[in-house]
């Protein structure tokens, strides 16, 4: 499996307990999907781990792991994304996308001005946030994901076009 092959679907956050079992954060619009797509594995590919979900945690999913019987063989996983191939993920809709899609994108204004490239996509609960870096030497912008800041996302054409709020620009 390739890089552009697969998807991050989770990350491990840190043990929980004392017998191998992790928390695990799931990125899937269902948290409990993370586990439906069969192994998982590293960003590296040098690893993959059966999943079995165990309860809701705090901040994600208690998790067993393949492999892992240990606190500190779980405690040495954390911050390790947990990725799949993306052949093994549902199609999406119009107008929906995976995250990994619009890392890379060049974003423009409604004008065609430059504004940089995704560099991330973040949600801290209050919805998609686009980090877009390189736009002149300027700091990274923060763009809501929403249809009225970012009407287009043409993934063929690998652009986006973003209406900034004024306070934004």
């Given at each position: 499996?390739t890089k552009s092959d697969r998807v991050c679907v989770g990350a ?158």
């Amino acid at each position: 499996m390739t890089k552009s092959d697969r998807v991050c679907v989770g990350a491990i956050a840190g043990a929980f307990g004392v017998k191998g079992e992790v928390r695990l954060k799931s990125f899937c619009a269902e948290p409990a999907d993370v586990a439906s797509y069969g192994p998982l594995f590293t960003e590296d590919g040098s690893r993959s781990f059966r999943v079995t979900l165990t309860r809701p945690v705090a901040g994600g999913l208690g998790a067993r792991l393949s492999d892992v019987t240990t606190k500190e063989e779980a405690d040495a996983l954390r911050g390790v994304g947990l990725y799949v191939d993306r052949a093994r993920l549902p199609s999406l809709g119009d107008d929906e996308f995976y995250h990994a899609d619009l890392i890379g994108l060049e974003v423009r204004d409604t004008g065609g001005a430059l504004l940089g490239h995704v560099h991330a996509v973040h949600n801290h609960g209050a919805g998609d946030i686009l980090e877009v870096t390189g736009g002149g030497g300027r700091e990274a912008l923060l763009l809501p994901f929403t249809r009225k800041v970012v009407p287009t996302v043409d993934l063929g054409a690998r652009r986006i076009v973003a209406d900034p709020p004024e306070e934004l620009g």
